[in-house]
C-alpha cells in the first residue's frame, strides 16, 4: 500500500499553517485567498507519488455535464485518485458538500476543505470530518485522502508490478516452446517461415528470427487485454494485422499448444487488469492500462527493443503543449489550423498513439470525418505499440464521432526504410496500400516523439541500430558533412535521422514538432545539424527542458527529468515556409529552471498552454553554429589555435596551427581486455580471445549457411571475447590474428595510473595515430605527449606523458598532441611543432633562441593558468584551446618543464611524510582492496591495517577534471571483477608490494608543487 509519509513536523504542514497565518493578518479569508495554501500543501504530497494536482478542472459528468473543480489529483498521467473542493472561512462546510453533490459531485475520494474543517467522502460515504486547525488532524485527513485506493486498483497496480517481473520468464517459456515447435510442428514451422519472409520484407531485411519470434509473442501475450478491456471482442479479426498474426498463433496452438492454458499462469494478472477496468468507465482512465502494459512488457521482456526503439511513453502535458503549439503555428503562420482541409498530419513514432489521439480532440468534429479517413497519418514499427496506437485512436474517433472506423492511416512500417520499402510488400497488401497512400500524401505537419539512443555501449549486446542506406546518406551529406568536429559518432543516434527525414519529408512547407534528446542545441558533434535545420527552416523554437544529468550531477533522472531518463529533453517546433522566408532563420530558445521537478515543469506546460506562453529569447549563431554563445570569450577566437582537423589532414608545410599531427588516445573497445595492471594477466587473457578469436574465424569460413549474417553467428561467451564492429570485419575478411609478446606495452590509462595494454591494431578498435607516436617502447625514451581533456561534462583538464594513453585517460575522449612522431618503425622522427609556429612565437618576441620544446612546455603551463581555464571556461567545452602570448614567455616555459618533469616522472618524487596509522590488531599488510578517503579528506584508510593521515588539504586543490590526483589514484588503485568477463584486475604488485603506499606520498609530493607553481605563474596579459 502507498503511504504517505506526513508528520506534523514536516515542512509542507509547517508552511502552511504560516501562510494562513499571513493571510489572516492581512484579512485575506476569502476562497481565492486561502485555497492557496492548501493547494500548496497538496502539491508537497504530490511529490512523493509523482502525481499531479490540476487546478480548476472540468471533469465530464455526463456527455453534456461539466463540473470544474479546484483541484484534480492525476496519477500516472490519466488516472483520477481525487478531488479537492475549497471553501472558505465563511461558508458552513457540510451545506456546501451538499450543494455539491446536488450538482452531481462525485461521492468518491472526494475532500472538502476550509481553512478550518475538512470533510472527506470515499465510496459513496462520508468517512471522515475534522478539525484541520489541529495539524494533527490535518496530517490524519491527508494520508486518508492520499492513501485511498479502491481495492480493484491496488489489486492492478500489484498484478502490474508483478507483471512486469514475471513477463520476461513467461515470455522464456514462449520462446521455448517456438523453438520446439520450429524443430517439429510442419504446419508451424511453415507459417512461421512465410510470416518471418513477410517481416523481412515489410519491417526490416535484417531481422532475426528472434525478433519475429518476439513479435508473436507481444501479440499472444496482450490480444486478451484488447478483447477483454476495451471491449473489442473482434479485435483479431478486424485489425489487418492481427488477422495475420492470428494465422501463425493458430498454426502453433494446432499441436500441443493451448493458447489459453499457457495463459492461466498470468491469469492473476488479466483479472486483476479485467476488474480494475470495471471500475473505470472513462476510456480515457483505461488507457493508462495500456500505457503500462506498453512499458512493462518491453522493459521486462524486451529490454534490447526498449532501448534501440524508444520504448517511452510521452507525459501528456508535452503532447498537449506541443498539439497546441503546431495549431498556434498553423494559425498564425499559414492562416490554416489543425482542421484545416489539406493539412496531413503525420506522427511517424506513434507508440501509444497519443499525439493524434490529441489532436483529434483539436480538430472540429465536422471536419474529423474527413481528416480521419484522408489526412490523419502515423507509423509504428512494433506489433504491440501498432495494435495499442490503432485500438486508441479508433476508439478515440467513435467517442467523438460515435460511429466506430477502422482507422487506415495507420502503418505498420519502419519510417526510415519507407521509401526503399515501397516496392514491396509490407506485411499485406491492405498495409501496403496505407503505406503508398502516406506516401503520396503532401505531409505538411510531422509530430512525435522518435527514439533516443547512443547506440549500443557493448557490442556483445548484439543491438545496433540499425543502417538506413537513405536517411544515412542524407545526414552524412549535410549535418556529418558541415561539422567541424573531430568525433561525429553521436549522429548515428535515431533522433538525428529523424530530423533529418522529417525536414526532408515535409518538402517545402510545413511544420515538424518533436520532443526529443536535446544534446543537439549545443553539443559540439552537432554544430552541421545546426547549419542544417537553421538553412532548411525558417523559424525554430527550442524549449529546452533540462533534465541533463550527465552534465548536471545534482540532478536526479527520475525526479528532474520529464521522461524520467538521464539525457536532456527538449520540444522542438520547426517552421518552413514558401512564402513570405526571410533571408535568415530566426531561432528562439526558452528554458526552465534546472531544478524543477518533473511535475513542475509539465505544470509549467499547462500554464503556457503553447508556445505563445512561452518567454523566448532570440538567438543570434556565431560563425561556427553555436546557438548558445553565452559564457564564450570572443578573443579566443583570436589565439592561435593548438591543431585543427584542416592542418591535420593536410600535406606536405603547414600554416596557422601550433601542431600538425594530435591524436585521440588509444580505443580498445574491449578495455577489460587489452587492459590489465598485470602484465601475466593481460598476456593470458589476450591469448584466450585471441583464440576464441581465430577458431570463430574459422568457422565463419566453414559454415554451411552462407546467408547467416555475422552478427547472428559469432559466440557472445563474454567469458571469451568482447566483440567490436572492427573485430567482426576482420573475421569477415579471414584474418588469422597472432599474439605477439611485444606487443605488451605500458600505457597510462587514467591520470598516475599506469596500466599494461595489449597495443595492436586488430585488437584495439583504433588505435588512432598512435603507432606513429609510440611506435616502439625507445620512443618512450624521448617523445611526450600533452593530453587534454575538453569536455562538456567535466572541467578542462590536461596531463602530460610519455607513455600510450588510453582514450579516456582524462576520464573522457582526450586529445593528444606528440612532441614527436615517426615512422611506424620507429625511424624518420620528426618535430609535430609547425615551423610556422616557431617563427611566429620568436617574432611576437622578438627573441630568435626560443626552441620548440619551450614552446611545448610554454603550451602546458599556459593551459594550467587558472585565470586561462577560468575565462575560457565556456570555449574549452567546445573546442580545442587555442594559445594566447603570455607577456612573460620564459617565465611560463620553464614552469612547464618543471610541471612536465614531475608530472611524467612522478615515480621518481620524494614520498610526502604521511602518518601511517597502524591497526595493532590485525598483521603487517600492504594489499589494497579498495581505498577510501575520510569525510574530512584528512586520512586515507590504505586497508584494515593501515590508514595514512595528515593529508594536506592543498593537495586537493591540483584537479584533473572534477578529480583530484590523489582522488583519481584512489579510485583507480582498487581490485577489480568486471562483471561481464569476470577477469580480475588488481594493482597490487607481487614484487613491489609498497608501490601503492609509494605512490600517494609521491602523487602527493607532485600535488603539492603543481599547485605551488601554478600559483606562482606570471600573468596572463
Ligand atoms: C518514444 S516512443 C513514442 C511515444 C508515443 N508518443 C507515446 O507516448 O506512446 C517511440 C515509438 O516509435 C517506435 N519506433 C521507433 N523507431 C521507429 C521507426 N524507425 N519507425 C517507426 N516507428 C518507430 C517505437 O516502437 C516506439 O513505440
Not at 376 to 395: D, F, R, T
Request: glycine share 4%; charged share 25%.
Amino acid at each position: 500500500m502507498a503511504i504517505l509519509n506526513l508528520k506534523t513536523t514536516h515542512k509542507p504542514i509547517k508552511l502552511y499553517y504560516q501562510s494562513l497565518k499571513k493571510f489572516q493578518q492581512l484579512n485575506a479569508v476569502n476562497e481565492g485567498a486561502v485555497k492557496v495554501a492548501f493547494a500548496d500543501l497538496l502539491t508537497a504530497c504530490c511529490q512523493q507519488f509523482n502525481w499531479m494536482l490540476v487546478q480548476e478542472k472540468s471533469i465530464p459528468l455526463t456527455k453534456k455535464k461539466l463540473i470544474r473543480v479546484d483541484g484534480l489529483l492525476v496519477r500516472n498521467d490519466t488516472l483520477k485518485h481525487g478531488i479537492w473542493e475549497a471553501k472558505d472561512t465563511e461558508d458552513d462546510l457540510a451545506k456546501e458538500v451538499q450543494k455539491k453533490f446536488k450538482q452531481g459531485y462525485p461521492k468518491d475520494n472526494i475532500i472538502f476543505q476550509s481553512p478550518e474543517r475538512v470533510i472527506i467522502w470515499q465510496g459513496g460515504k462520508q468517512v471522515y470530518d475534522g478539525e484541520i486547525t489541529k495539524p494533527e488532524v490535518l496530517v490524519e485527513s491527508l494520508k486518508l485522502f492520499f492513501e485511498d485506493r479502491p481495492p480493484q486498483i491496488e489489486n492492478w497496480e500489484k498484478a502490474a508490478t508483478e507483471f512486469g517481473e514475471r513477463v520476461n520468464n513467461l515470455g522464456e517459456k514462449l520462446v521455448d516452446l517456438i523453438h520446439s515447435q520450429r524443430k517439429t510442428n510442419k504446419k508451424f514451422i511453415a507459417a512461421f517461415d512465410g510470416f518471418s519472409n513477410i517481416c523481412r520484407l515489410s519491417i526490416n531485411p535484417n531481422i532475426s528470427d528472434a525478433a519475429v519470434e518476439e513479435m508473436l509473442i507481444q501479440h499472444l501475450l496482450t490480444e486478451r487485454i484488447f478483447r477483454q478491456i476495451f471491449d473489442n471482442p473482434d479485435f483479431t479479426r478486424r485489425n489487418i494485422i492481427a488477422v495475420e498474426i492470428e494465422k501463425v498463433i493458430n498454426a502453433l496452438t494446432s499441436k500441443s499448444f493451448s493458447r489459453n492454458h499457457f495463459l492461466e499462469e498470468v491469469d492473476y494478472f488479466y483479472l486483476a487488469l479485467e476488474e480494475a477496468a470495471k471500475t473505470i468507465k472513462e476510456y480515457s482512465e483505461k488507457q493508462h492500462f495500456l500505457n503500462t502494459v506498453y512499458e512493462k512488457f518491453f522493459q521486462g521482456f524486451a529490454v534490447k527493443v526498449a532501448d534501440t526503439h524508444g520504448i517511452v511513453y510521452t507525459p501528456q502535458s508535452i503532447v498537449d503543449f506541443m498539439v497546441k503549439s503546431v495549431d498556434e503555428i498553423l494559425k498564425k503562420e499559414f492562416k490554416k489550423s489543425l482542421s484545416h482541409k489539406g493539412v496531413h498530419i503525420l506522427d511517424p513514432f506513434v507508440g501509444t498513439g497519443n499525439f493524434l489521439m490529441r489532436i483529434m480532440r483539436e480538430i472540429k468534429k465536422t471536419s474529423l470525418p474527413n481528416k480521419y479517413k484522408d489526412e490523419l497519418h502515423c507509423n509504428e514499427v512494433m506489433l504491440l505499440p501498432y495494435y495499442i496506437a490503432s485500438m486508441n485512436i479508433e476508439h478515440e474517433y467513435l467517442e467523438a464521432t460515435g460511429k466506430y472506423e477502422p482507422f487506415a492511416g495507420i502503418c505498420l512500417v519502419d519510417t526510415f526504410s519507407v521509401q526503399e520499402a515501397l516496392q514491396l510488400d509490407l506485411f499485406t497488401p491492405e498495409n501496403t496500400q496505407r503505406v503508398q497512400r502516406q506516401q503520396n500524401s503532401d505531409i505538411f505537419v510531422v509530430i512525435g516523439n522518435p527514439p533516443y539512443n547512443m547506440g549500443q555501449v557493448n557490442e556483445n549486446d548484439n543491438n545496433k541500430n540499425r543502417k538506413y542506406e537513405e536517411v544515412d546518406r542524407r545526414v552524412a551529406q549535410t549535418y556529418s558533412k558541415g561539422s567541424k568536429a573531430t568525433n561525429k559518432n553521436k549522429l548515428s543516434d535515431p533522433y538525428v535521422k529523424a530530423f533529418r527525414w522529417a525536414a526532408d519529408r515535409i518538402k517545402d512547407e510545413g511544420i515538424v514538432a518533436f520532443v526529443t534528446n536535446s544534446s543537439f542545441i549545443d553539443n559540439i558533434a552537432f554544430d552541421g545539424m545546426r547549419q542544417y535545420l537553421a538553412q532548411d527552416f525558417d523559424a525554430i523554437y527550442v524549449l529546452d527542458l533540462g533534465g541533463n544529468v550527465r552534465t548536471n550531477p545534482k540532478l536526479s533522472g527520475t525526479t528532474h527529468n520529464v521522461f524520467g531518463i538521464q539525457v536532456g529533453v527538449s520540444i522542438n517546433l520547426l517552421i518552413k515556409k514558401k512564402e513570405g522566408k526571410k533571408s535568415q532563420c530566426q531561432i528562439y530558445y526558452g528554458n526552465v529552471d534546472e531544478f524543477w521537478r518533473k511535475e513542475e515543469k509539465y505544470a509549467y506546460l499547462e500554464k503556457c498552454q503553447h508556445l505563445g506562453g512561452v518567454d523566448w529569447q532570440e538567438i543570434k549563431p556565431d560563425k561556427k553554429n553555436t546557438w548558445l554563445t553565452a559564457g564564450l570569450q570572443a578573443d579566443f577566437e583570436t589565439f592561435i589555435p593548438m591543431g585543427t582537423k584542416e592542418t591535420k589532414a593536410a600535406k606536405g608545410k603547414v600554416t596557422d596551427t601550433i601542431f600538425k599531427l594530435f591524436s585521440n588516445g588509444v580505443n580498445t573497445s574491449r578495455d577489460v581486455w587489452a587492459y590489465n595492471f598485470n602484465p601475466d594477466e593481460l598476456a593470458a587473457n589476450i591469448q584466450e580471445t585471441i583464440a576464441t578469436y581465430n577458431e570463430q574465424v574459422r568457422k565463419w569460413q566453414h559454415r554451411q549457411d552462407k546467408s547467416v549474417k555475422v552478427d547472428d553467428f559469432v559466440t557472445y561467451d563474454d567469458t571469451k571475447i568482447s566483440w567490436s564492429e572492427s573485430l567482426k570485419k576482420y573475421l569477415k575478411q579471414g584474418i588469422i590474428v597472432e599474439y605477439d609478446q611485444n606487443h605488451i606495452r605500458q600505457s597510462l590509462y587514467r591520470p598516475f595510473t599506469k596500466s599494461r595494454l595489449y597495443f595492436d591494431i586488430y585488437l584495439n578498435e583504433r588505435c588512432y595515430q598512435f603507432p606513429y607516436i609510440f611506435p616502439t617502447s625507445e620512443t618512450e625514451k624521448e617523445n611526450r605527449v600533452i593530453c587534454v581533456t575538453n569536455h562538456t561534462q567535466i572541467p578542462f583538464l590536461v596531463q602530460i606523458t610519455d607513455l600510450i594513453p588510453s582514450l579516456d585517460v582524462g576520464g573522457r575522449q582526450t586529445q593528444c598532441f606528440p612532441f614527436y612522431t615517426y615512422d611506424e618503425d620507429g625511424n624518420n622522427r620528426q618535430e609535430n611543432i609547425t615551423d610556422w609556429s616557431l617563427d611566429t612565437f620568436r617574432q611576437e618576441y622578438q627573441d630568435s633562441t626560443i626552441a620548440k620544446w619551450d614552446i611545448f612546455y610554454y603550451i602546458y603551463a599556459l593551459l594550467h593558468h587558472p585565470t586561462y581555464r577560468e575565462k575560457y571556461a565556456d570555449n574549452l567545452k567546445r573546442e580545442l584551446p587555442r594559445i594566447p602570448y603570455a607577456p612573460d614567455f620564459h617565465g611560463f616555459a620553464n614552469a612547464g618543464k618543471r610541471l612536465a618533469e614531475i608530472h611524467i616522472n612522478y615515480e621518481q618524487q620524494p614520498e610526502y611524510p604521511l602518518t601511517f596509522i597502524e591497526n595493532e590488531e590485525v598483521p603487517l599488510n600492504w594489499r589494497v582492496e579498495k581505498m577510501k578517503l575520510s569525510k574530512d579528506k584528512t586520512q586515507l584508510v590504505y586497508n584494515e591495517f593501515l590508514t595514512l593521515a595528515d593529508i594536506p588539504p592543498k593537495v586537493f586543490e591540483y584537479r584533473l577534471g572534477n578529480r583530484s590526483a590523489l582522488d583519481w589514484i584512489s579510485d583507480r588503485y582498487q581490485v577489480k571483477i568486471d562483471k561481464r568477463s569476470d577477469i580480475e584486475n588488481d594493482p597490487n604488485r607481487l614484487d613491489d608490494e609498497q608501490y601503492i603506499v609509494r605512490l600517494i606520498g609521491q602523487v602527493i609530493t607532485v600535488s603539492l608543487e603543481t599547485v605551488d607553481i601554478v600559483n606562482g605563474l606570471p600573468p596572463l596579459d
